[in-house]
């Protein structure tokens, strides 16, 4: 700095200071403090679970680190020796020894194994419901839209992440995994067969599959995820955090407590807490019980086992897809080509596709899609309240339904002895639920979206109820209302509420196809819609304390006319 | 950064960020409400017991190292699994409590302790229009500069190159694996392969083979060969015996079977699952992963679940012996499809 030559050299005096000038003065440490030191985090219960994201991935590179030590990806033969009795000598690969051997053989191995595979599940929770947080909130809106896509290869990375570990133990479970998603690969069109064969290094299930997951799961993955993780996070330091609607903020502000002290010891604390949370987790509940299953063969299954959550709804879809309909048709087809005849199995390929490919393309393009509809180009440093954007937590919900059904799915044995149904019904049943379930969830979410709102607006109008009944001099008898203040109001009637822009015409009259499609969207999106209380309507509802207010009526353009 | 108060936090005081377009008939920001001061701020008995809340949560975490290193020393591991689960047990709630009581001792001390007057700082603009018109005089003295511009030439030979340099990082991958060639096409099933039990390897007489029961078959020799795992990945088989009546064979399949005596393969035809499943009543066999059904009585035709083909059937006969065999090789592929299968 310049003015360094200007200053009197800087002389510490204690030991602490001495050490601290030392290191300060080579890596220009006091200029990190100065830009960080009291920075201000908005803060809200629900910015929590980005947060636990992250600190879960610190506990995963944590114990996996450990795992490595004793973990060998190994898919030769050999016979069991250790300590657990049902398995000496059973022939089984290594790899899956080796995992017995961390659960029974090294202290803490069980431990660390549970606690990883537990931190595993939960990472893969806290980043999805993060993003749903994000979403529901119109987080991802300019100009954090390119944060919202790194946000999302990041719940393609942890799926990643979690399959390629799960199949590590190679025991009879994680094989059969593996074996569903060599038929998927191989139904892929033309290089399905090379892609298996290149993926196992031969015919499944070889000898080399465990130790290229071994590579992808312990360097390749987290890399990435790290990479990704450091963009995330210098994009949040760069937009500020976004923070919620209320009194005293504004979108060119930040309203929070500063990094140092408060914020950081609440975050630090925090992980210290999510780590306490999952160790008693780990310490009361198994979780893959590896022993139970047996080592991998071709031959035995256990039936009634599910995948982990996050990879349930792909075999969700697997098992809803009917492979025939009827007695003479079947999706797969055997299609004439002059070299012969190839197969192209639709029954495998349109589940293991299609509702993973109409998610992420969902997910990915949502910020511009949602920007195209509202032909909003505004910077958005404010959040909304998921009701205040019913159409928008529709589609979420709508998301959600449609996740959750394929999820079940993947547990419709289990649905059918445990509600002792018939596995064929709930499988119908399930079938149109997929179709059914999301709209329904979107019409029904948006309804109560619009039923919260109208409820603000009444709070915001007329107050609290409070439950008292109070007979008037004139024998009327009315509930008292408690009128709420101006900062709880502010909170109530501070949003954005957009409305159906109708396409115009051009110059000669006419409407452009896309401005048609536009303005259905726009209709689809803001037709059904409660406008905030205004200063006017607040004054006309004290003037005039019972009965309906016109102005309130006239605004809210609920639709269906 | 200015401490809170409510002169601050006017809306809509910059053009580049969105200010919603209802000024007029919009509610003013009433800003930051008053702080209230907390308990432990007024009374400094309240302060005092915050403070050893605090370190007793400290302590606690304290207790909990020892305890997972009681669980860890002190717990021997035998041979049962119960001696496995106390020892997991105290090394996580060692564990949890160490944690816990750090995590949730800083968390009080933030929330009742230290400052909660919430602060404002204003955002600033992320590309202001002076370091946009910067960085453009930059980029293009840069560009200048190197002449990339100015000599084609140059260019377009890098781009050819920068290209093609990455391809034998591509194909370097080929040997990642061998192509298929016929090996998905055939399996171990030979003209005259005894047809055994699996895991053991004992051969099955057709006598043993009584009706309404299942094998699950390997054919003789699997245990020994070399790619044992992929073989038997292809190679199982059930054998079921059922009432003569109740097969159905089709024209050229009549004496694939063995007196009721039939064998079919093992892996689904949807996505390769071991169908295990034997339903004896209704001759259904069921594929746990996804929930084929496969109906015996109609030559294992698809009549429930995700699969489309029917199970691949092994034609069998009896030796001299009065063992099974195999009478050729499946006449199809087994498992799930692949593009060449034809
Ligand atoms: C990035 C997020 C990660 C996820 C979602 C994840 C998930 C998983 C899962 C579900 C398992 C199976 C656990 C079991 O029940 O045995 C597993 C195993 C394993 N993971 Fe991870 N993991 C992650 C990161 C890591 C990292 C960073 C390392 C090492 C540096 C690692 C090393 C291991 C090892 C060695 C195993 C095998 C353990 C065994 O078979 O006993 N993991 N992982
Ligand atoms: S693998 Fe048999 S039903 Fe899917």
Known sequence: MSSSTTTQTYVPKTRVGKVTDYVDSRVGGSGIVKEFGRKIFPDHWTFMFGEVALYTFVILLITGTFLTFFYDPSMAETHYNGSYLPLRGVEMSVAYASSLDISFDVRGGLFMRQLHHWAALLFAASVAVHMLRVFFTGAFRRPREFNWVVGCVLVILSLAAGFTGYSLPDDLLSGNGLRIIDGVMKAIPVVGTYLSFFLFGGEFPGTMIIGRLYVLHILLIPAVILLMIGIHLFMVVLHKHSQFPGPGRTNTNVVGYPVGPVYAAKAGGFFFIVFGILAAIAAAFTINPIWNYGPYDPSPVSAGTQPDWYIGWVDGALRLMPGTLGDNFDFEFMIPFPWGVNALSLNVLVPALVPAAIVFTLMFAWPWIEAWVTKDKREHHLLDRPRNAPARTGVGVAGIVFYCVLWAAASSDLIATHFLVSLNDVTYWLRALVFIGPVLAFMVTRRIALALQRKDREIALHGRETGRIVRLPHGEFIEVHEPVDDYKRYKLVSFDSPEVMVPKPDENGKISLLDKVHGRASRFFFEDRVAPVTPKELEASHNDHHGEIAGAKDRESIASH | ?342
């Open chain 2, 1 to 342: 950064m200015i401490m809170a108060d409510s002169s601050n936090g006017a809306p809509g005081t910059s053009v580049t960020v969105a200010t919603p377009g209802r000024e007029l008939d919009e509610f003013e920001n009433p800003g930051l409400p008053p702080h209230r001061p907390r308990l432990a701020d007024r009374d400094p008995r309240a302060e005092k017991r915050a403070e050893r809340q605090v370190a007793l949560l400290f302590l606690i975490s304290v207790l909990g190292t020892l305890l997972f290193f009681a669980g860890y020393f002190f717990v021997p591991l035998n041979e049962t699994i119960e001696r496995l689960r106390l020892q997991n047990l105290m090394l996580g709630l060692g564990t949890a409590f160490a944690m816990l009581g750090i995590g949730v001792g800083i968390v009080h001390w933030a929330k009742t302790l230290m400052p909660d007057h919430e602060v404002t700082e204003s955002r600033h603009e992320i590309r202001p229009e002076k370091d946009r018109r910067d960085a453009e005089k930059i980029v293009n003295d840069i560009l200048d500069e190197s002449g990339i511009k100015r000599r084609p030439l140059i260019r377009n030979t890098l781009l050819g190159a920068a290209l093609l340099a990455p391809l034998p990082a591509i194909a370097i991958f080929r040997d990642l694996g061998p192509l298929p060639g016929n090996s998905l096409k055939h399996t171990m099933w030979d003209t005259g392969v005894r047809l055994t039990r699996d895991p053991s390897g004992t051969p099955i007489r057709a006598s043993d083979v009584t009706i309404g029961s299942a094998f699950h078959v390997i054919p003789e020799g699997l245990n020994e060969v070399e790619n044992k795992l992929e073989e038997k990945a292809k190679a199982v088989v059930l054998l079921m015996r059922l009432d003569p009546e109740e097969l159905n064979p089709s024209p050229g399949r009549e004496n694939w079977g063995y007196d009721g005596i039939v064998a079919y393969s093992k892996i689904c035809t949807h996505v390769g699952c071991p169908v295990a499943l034997y339903e004896q009543q209704t001759h259904h066999l069921l594929c746990p992963c996804h929930q084929s059904t496969f109906d015996l009585e109609q030559e294992c035709e698809v009549i429930f679940g995700p699969a489309a083909r029917p199970l691949p059937q092994l034609p069998i006969e009896v030796d001299d012996e009065g063992y099974l065999v195999a009478s050729s090789d499946f006449q199809e592929p087994v498992g799930p499809s692949f593009w060449e299968r034809g």
